[in-house]
T-cell receptor, first 117, second 114 residues
């Protein structure tokens, strides 16, 4: 069964420093997608970055990059130059049924990031 | 990016009542989903809202408790029926457009059952 594991319940980082949020996954599918979302205290889920299982290069979106290590089944999120506004809950998620037009996401338990001034 | 709006954003409900949450997407999407996030927990998929047919429910969720409608490609509703305090959660609508890789979420509906 597919599973997402985030082992860091909480993380602290100093403003302007980089931080890595860990995510490992388990799937028997060859094709899948990996996502990171940010959830501030308001509750909305903000899409950050996507990595497809066949993408050879690590995904990047502005200050966000995804360190994808397929053999290790890890998809860590790297946030560079942390800002106070980055303080939030971060969720790693995986999409099932990649080629069957699926859209269901399986989520990890989340990591709460706090950025210190 | 798709814009997804949900109503209500927050509500306090009496035990035993039902509440319907609306989800409106700004453009046609192929798939819509409803998730529940209980306090301090991660998101769990309730069901896939299928246009023109009955929703597909995940294990542990039933139609009598969470009836879902999707009358067209841009709109869906989730009803939380006969509410109890255990139903206090954030309910989130999400959508995928075509074969795109991004799955978008609405702002969430915070329900508190007293």
């Amino acid at each position: 069964a597919q599973k997402i594991t985030q082992t860091q319940p909480g993380m602290f980082v100093q403003e302007k420093e980089a931080v890595t949020l860990d995510c490992t996954y388990d799937t028997s599918d060859q094709s899948y997608g990996l996502f990171w979302y940010k959830q501030p205290s308001s509750g909305e889920m903000i899409f950050l970055i996507y990595q497809g299982s066949y993408d050879e290069q690590n995904a990047t979106e502005g200050r966000y990059s995804l360190n994808f290590q397929k053999a290790r089944k890890s998809a860590n999120l790297v946030i560079s130059a942390s800002q106070l506004g980055d303080s939030a809950m971060y969720f790693c998620a995986m999409r099932e049924d990649f080629y069957n037009q699926g859209g269901k996401l399986i989520f990890g338990q989340g990591t709460e990031l706090s950025v210190k001034p | 990016s798709a814009v997804i709006s949900q109503k209500p954003s927050r509500d306090i409900c009496q035990r035993g009542t039902s509440l319907t949450i609306q989800c409106q997407v700004d453009s046609q999407v192929t798939m819509m989903f409803w998730y529940r996030q209980q306090p301090g927990q991660s998101l769990t998929l309730i069901a896939t809202a299928n246009q023109g047919s009955e929703a597909t429910y995940e294990s542990g969720f039933v139609i009598d408790k969470f009836p879902i409608s999707r009358p067209n490609l841009t709109f869906s509703t989730l009803t939380v029926s006969n509410m109890s305090p255990e139903d206090s959660s954030i309910y989130l609508c999400s959508a995928r457009r075509g074969f795109g890789n991004t799955i978008y979420f609405g702002e969430g509906s915070w329900l508190t059952v007293v």
